[in-house]
């Protein structure tokens, strides 16, 4: 079987510094996969490439066997990846209804639309409450929410998601991770970045470990959750 997303020795630079230097790996269809790391590993800059903001340096990025290379960020989206972006990049002033309509903007069966804001809704109650509100009046963690759910509305054949528990509260936190069990057992394949290597490692399928632009650990997330050195690494154990 194909995987879903083939990484293959991708390389991605900006300027001088390659922030990604040869990295490998896959996602198969109903997967979670997640990448960990600390700051500046290449996560962000890797979920980024694979949506076609940046351009790969080397490397192949196959989907569905096909080659993404020189396709430009919104037929990425056609193709069915969508990015959960880091730091939400939600419309403030635009109500709720509005931000997750937004993500629908290649699609045009409204009955389709209509049930997928209703799932929305259905995932996250807070935004059904407050449908008609301006997003910018959300607390963080809505607003992380209201950008999974608008991610979700381009019915994505692959999701990624770029730190969804940053700088959320712990109930906020788990409520997120919930949901991404959630969509895996609807059968939405999760490409997930986190910094929360205990909370990103307990619900993936595999789990790759970054260091300065490069893969040094892979594995089934729960061996890497019992693995000694990521413990003392990302864990914080002694
Ligand atoms: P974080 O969790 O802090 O976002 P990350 O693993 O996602 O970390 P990246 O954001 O991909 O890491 O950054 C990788 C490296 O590339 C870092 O050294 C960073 O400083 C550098 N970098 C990121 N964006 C740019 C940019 N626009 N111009 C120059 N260097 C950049």
Do not use: C, W
């Not at 890797?46 to 993404?68: A, D, H, N, V």
């Not at 635009?94 to 929305?120: M, P, S």
């Not at 399928?205 to 300065?212: F, S």
């Amino acid at each position: 079987m194909t995987a879903l997303l083939e990484v293959e020795d991708l390389r991605v630079a900006y300027g001088k510094i390659e922030a990604v230097k040869g990295i490998s790996f896959t996602v198969d269809a109903g997967q979670v996969v997640t990448l960990i790391g600390t700051n500046g590993a290449g996560k962000t800059t890797t979920l980024r490439t694979l949506s076609g903001l940046l351009k790969p340096l080397g490397g192949r990025i196959l989907f569905e066997g096909k080659p993404l290379a020189n396709i430009p960020a919104h037929k990425i989206v056609s193709l069915g990846i969508a990015h959960s972006p880091e730091g939400r990049h939600i419309f403030p002033r635009l109500t709720i209804t509005e931000n997750l309509l937004l993500g629908a903007y290649l699609r045009n069966d409204k009955a389709g639309i209509e049930k997928d804001v209703q799932r929305a809704y259905d995932l996250f109650p807070i935004l059904g409450e407050r449908r008609k509100q301006a997003a910018g009046t959300l607390s963080g963690g809505e607003q992380q929410m209201l950008a999974m759910g608008r991610a979700l509305m381009s019915q994505p054949k692959l999701l990624m998601l770029d730190e969804p528990s940053m700088g959320l509260s712990p109930i906020m936190m788990q409520k997120i991770m919930e949901t991404i069990v959630e969509l895996k057992a609807a059968g939405t394949t999760i490409l997930l970045v986190e910094q929360n290597a205990q909370a990103a490692l307990s619900l993936a399928d595999q789990g790759h470990v970054m260091e300065v632009g490069k893969i040094v650990l892979s594995g089934a997330g729960s061996d890497l959750l019992h693995d000694e050195s990521v413990r003392k690494a990302y864990l914080g154990e002694d």
